[in-house]
């Protein structure tokens, strides 16, 4: 009887070791697709991602490299003050998105140029996103915004 009690008692154990497992490996693999890394230029130009991989960049929009395509296409050139990486995006710009002003994309880093499925842009005119300004910080080219505008 009591091997038998021991018996069982191993086995509901395994099956949970097991379950937790199993659960756990499935909620890695869903969530791979949900998880973004933010990667400042200078970042993308010394180590490249590989063309499959999605991840964020951000930083200034270069002043000068701004060009609407035909259609929705628009390129332009996101820099940290380091390092400069072309853009393409289509589809429709937020309306504060302007050359030298703050943006983040999400998307894939193709045969030199980021392509980006998701624009955003800065909210109001102090706001830029946290991992922009510590890249730009990093390069020595973040200016404090004005705290009487």
């Not at 998880?35 to 993308?44: A, D, G, K, L």
């Not at 991602?49 to 000068?64: M, T």
């Not at 289509?90 to 880093?109: A, H, R, W």
Request: proline fraction near 5%.
């Amino acid at each position: 009887m009591k091997n038998l009690k021991k018996r069982r008692r191993i086995q509901v154990i395994l099956i949970a070791f097991v379950a937790l497992a199993i659960s756990t490996g499935l909620i890695g693999y869903a969530m791979q697709d949900g998880i973004n890394f933010f990667r400042s230029p200078s970042q993308v130009a010394d180590e490249p991602p590989r063309p499959s991989e999605v991840f964020r960049i951000g930083g200034l929009v270069e002043e000068g490299t701004l060009v609407r395509g035909e259609g929705e296409t628009v390129r332009f050139n996101v820099t940290d003050g380091g390092a400069s990486i072309p853009v393409t995006f289509k589809g429709v710009l937020p309306d504060l998105f302007e050359e030298n002003q703050g943006m983040i994309g999400t998307g894939s880093y193709v045969n030199g140029v980021f392509e980006a499925s998701e624009i955003l842009a800065k909210h109001d005119e102090t706001y830029m996103p946290k991992e922009v300004v510590d890249a730009l910080k990093e390069q020595g080219v973040y200016q404090e915004p004005d705290a009487g505008s």
